[in-house]
């Protein structure tokens, strides 16, 4: 009796797990509502582990947790369980939970397939390279694990590899031949290359009719290669076959967000939210809606800015300045005008602008632009110094243009290089300086081949990799400019327009193979920057003796040993630097000439501490050389301009040197800034109007400046002298 109650048990598992496939198999011959009822069925079975499995595809997420936990109780060594309650968690955005159930399964069978693929899925959310060998292993453990294939082939594509997406794709087919998912891949590929028309995307709603998610899949690639617009057509597209996919309403959301339609992306996330979709990917953005009130939109012609309140009389000058030099720069160097105003959005808060552009905080980024949308961080939003946010502008502003002229159709390397040159043609000090990683990739001859260096930006192989991505795509960039002048780079511009590879771009456009290509490069490159490859381990055992010099405070020995140090990497102007160590020796010894000298190298070379950038105008101004620290103190407004100090100085040099207009700015910048002495702000104000000929605002300053010290006499006397004036001038 007790072997045939056991037999019993078994059998109605096997029926149950006959009857799971088959509500999957309604779903995925376009037959939702079949399906649910299938899975509602299932909700009152015996074995928890069905029942969690048929709550989750009916969307009742908690239900199905506590239905897992209790599948996983009843039998703590089976693996399977563990795996698949992984995947809810993953499916849910708790991607912590999930990768350690996935654990927790394979410490129970080390080559569990299902588990290693939850792995390498929770790997690929956030495009790490472990993905590929994770999906690999799931394979050697299963080959017939179709998932694995069709992320491998996801992950090609995501790479611009589309010959190698769908040849992975059709391994995937050749196991199940109406594999929706694989289908999805190639339909996207095709889409990528303009070709709307595909087959595979017919062949799929000819097997399920309401199969949006193979719009949301190629609108997801869409908007990966930078075609927002697109992709938010094609997630329309998806929902209107099938409204339940919440997933593919909240990336609507995102990315109309992205795009600048506030009000229609807060809808689609409140539709998302009410459904009971709250990861943080929806609420995040939502929370970040709440706070538009909180700023002002200004229109100038052809852009439009928006700041926070509570900085944007401050930031609002040197902004709207700024983006109208760079569009007029641009419209010229790549003789094209947009057909739209470009918006420029800034956010004080790093982690609202990281939600602005993710849906999720903890970005690293500075900036990204979508079609004629930018969002940046503001220059209050990191540690002064951080961050040089005209720099910054200018690269995202590169990217309206370049992505405009091509439709958006351009490969990442491309037009980050041409970003990356653009901002730093401006001024050499401005773009990144090269990074210890850049210096050891040269040595070690890791920069990736340029037929293969978007996966640099998609898939690096370690964080350090993007900023060696960009050095290289902008100096080939640059080499290229050198090489064949700035009409090559328009030409090839031209060229990825018409959706043409780097391959064949290289050999149309430079008349060589790409690996050709790659090898004048790596000689040009390499000459470049030979002393410092050559010297780095010499620079740094230079700089342990300095750091030994300074504290030993032996003036003598830096000035003797610190030059050669500085010359071996002479980019290299981050805290501790050869340049600083120098000139506060040449200070310690009565020699302020050198200490400013030197300073002025660590400027040219890029460094952007504000203190040690105030320090080497005040050395300029004490050495009789005001106009030269004019420059330095508006060097550092491109840094940090929410520094008072900065602007005082800068302020009255300006209005010693007769600059009416700029001593305005910056004194209009320090009244900004509500000074504890706002008396003194508003009267040096006065004094910048009444240069310009503007007594009546010269008036209402002062004005403000008796109303907030009634007794101050240096307002006092200037409000005499602009009623005398008046008197004089009726």
Known sequence: MKLRAVGLVLLAAALQAETLDACRQMDRKGRPAEAARCYQALVSARDPFVRAEALFALGRYAEANDQYRQAVAAAPKNPDYRAAWGRLYLDREQ?????????EALSLQPDHAGALLGLALAASEGFDQMAEQLALRALAANPKLTEARVLLARMALEDGNAEKARAEADKALSIDPELLEALSIKAAADWLEDRTDSPSLRQALRLNPVYGEIYA???????LNRRYEEGVELYRKALELNPRLYKARAELGLNLLRLGQAEEARRHLEACYRAGETYPAVGNPLRLLDTYGDFRYFRRGNFILKLHQKEADLLLPYFEEEIARALAAYEERYRLRLDRPVQVEVYPNHEDFAVRVLGMPGMPALGVTFVNVIAMDSPTSRKPGEFHWASTLWHELSHVFTLAATRQRMPRWFTEGLAVRDETAVSPDWGDRISPAVVLAL????????????????????????????????????????????????????????????????????GMEPEEFDRRFMAWVSEENKTTVAGFEEWKKGMRRLSELVKARDYEGIVREAPAVRDLYPEFVEDGNAYTVLADAYLARGEPQKAAAELERYARAGGRNPETLKLLAKLKEDLGRPQEAVEVLKRINYIYPRDEEVHQRLGELLLAAGDARGAIREFQALVAMRPIDEAAARYNLARAYRLAGKNEEAREQVLSALEAAPGYRPAQKLLLELSQSKEGNP
């Open 95 to 103: 991607k912590q939970d999930a990768v350690d159930l996935f654990n």
């Open 217 to 223: 899949v190629i609108a997801r690639f869409l908007v």
């Open 443 to 510: 040595r070690d001859k890791k920069l990736l081949p340029i037929a293969e260096l978007d996966r640099g930006f998609v898939h690096p192989s370690d964080p350090e990799q993007v900023v060696v991505s960009y050095f290289q795509a902008g100096r080939a960039c640059t080499f290229i400019e050198k090489t064949w002048g700035f009409q090559k780079l328009l030409d090839m511009i031209h060229a990825f327009g018409k959706l043409k590879s780097t391959p064949e771009v290289i050999r149309e456009q430079l």
